[in-house]
């Protein structure tokens, strides 16, 4: 029997969205705290990565989906799976390659000759933190997959919708150094990523204990002890969602983003997602900082990480070897900040 085009979703999703229905929304202080001990146990093991982990956690807390470009052997797929698991997510790694197809992605019907019945398979997608390492490897039709995943929290398989568990965050990996067997990610799908981080290497001391943290383990995977769980998670998403933001600072998010547009090394510039996502992170930030409230360092802190990838240059910028993080970095030393910053802000100042 052929599937239907009625919306379905798997008894596991329906049980965790049930399960989160109703979540008091944490506090401030305890996002902060806990927030805090992910970060510590995290960096247990993942090492001169900071300000990106950082960032990153407060993506996952803005409920945004990250994506890592750098070099290989960086310690990124280390990283996510770190996350994942100081967090309380369920965690599933997909090697991108050339043949990969959606399918392998998303899942597929499958025929059942005891029953008469295609019944569906979930892919690794579905799952609450999922890695797709080196996914330029993959053909376009492929990283289309995880579009709607990405952007609406479910699959559409053969005419109907599965809805995926929540949380349910994506974290990517890229290689920008190597171009045969890849294929550039369209600009739709770097838009849904909330953040690009560059890791960088270590410095000599950081990569020093690398290597001396692998003797004193014994063996090759490092593991990291959750702080939280999925309901938990929530809870603290739910916390950061409380937080209201100040109009001058949102106005401020907003000049950034028009101010790529109009950048003489810039063709087409960040969309009012951009903005959207430089408040979301920047909020993010201040909540894991223990305040209730965005101050104008935060925004400037995240503006790279959120605007970069979102930026098409002209072919004389590209040519001429401006980066977009540039154009980024020139756009935030120009726009004033905001006149003002909260009342709340105004009061706590020394």
């Not at 956690?57 to 990250?66: F, I, Q, S, W, Y």
């Not at 059942?112 to 933190?129: D, Q, Y």
């Not at 920047?282 to 990838?309: E, M, T, Y």
């Not at 004033?336 to 909260?342: K, L």
């Amino acid at each position: 029997m052929i599937p239907d085009s009625r919306t379905d979703t798997t008894t596991t999703t329906a049980a965790t969205a049930a399960a989160a229905d109703g979540l008091a929304p944490l506090p401030v202080a305890e996002v902060a705290r806990l927030g805090a001990e992910v970060l510590e146990r995290v960096e247990s093991v993942v090492v001169g990565m900071r300000e990106p982990l950082h960032i990153a956690l407060a993506t996952v807390l803005a409920g945004g989906h990250v994506l890592f470009e750098d070099v290989p052997g960086l310690g990124k797929t280390l990283a996510a799976r770190s996350i994942a698991s100081a967090v309380g997510l369920d965690f599933r790694r997909l090697q991108c390659t050339p043949d990969l197809l959606p399918s392998d992605i998303t899942g597929s019907f499958v025929y059942v000759p005891s029953t008469a019945e295609f019944e569906f398979r979930p892919g690794p997608v579905f799952t609450g933190l999922f890695l797709a390492d080196e996914i330029n490897r993959t053909s376009p039709k492929t990283q289309s997959a995880l579009l709607e995943a990405m952007a609406e929290g479910q699959v559409s398989v053969e005419g109907r919708s599965f809805a995926l568990p929540r949380p349910f965050h994506v974290v990517a990996t890229a290689n920008p150094i190597e171009s045969e067997g890849t294929y550039a990610l369209p600009e739709a799908q770097l838009d849904r990523f909330m953040v690009r981080l560059g890791v960088g290497y270590p410095d000599a001391d950081g990569e020093a204990r690398v290597l001396l943290a692998r003797v004193a383990r014994r063996h090759e995977v490092a593991t990291v002890e959750p702080v939280t769980d999925a309901r938990t998670l929530l809870a603290m998403q739910a916390g950061v969602e409380r937080v209201d933001v100040d109009p001058d600072i949102a106005a401020y998010c907003v000049a950034l983003a028009a101010a790529t547009r109009r950048h003489r090394s810039v063709e087409v510039g960040a969309s009012p997602r951009g903005s959207q996502g430089l408040l979301l992170v920047a909020r993010a930030l201040a909540v894991l900082a223990g305040r209730d409230f965005v101050i104008p360092d935060d925004v400037k802190r995240v503006a790279v990480p959120v605007l970069a990838h979102r930026l098409t240059l002209t072919v004389q910028a590209w040519t001429s070897g401006v980066s977009a993080s540039q154009v980024v970095l020139e756009v935030v030393s120009s726009v004033p900040g905001p006149p003002a910053v909260g009342v709340r802000e105004r009061e706590t100042a020394p």
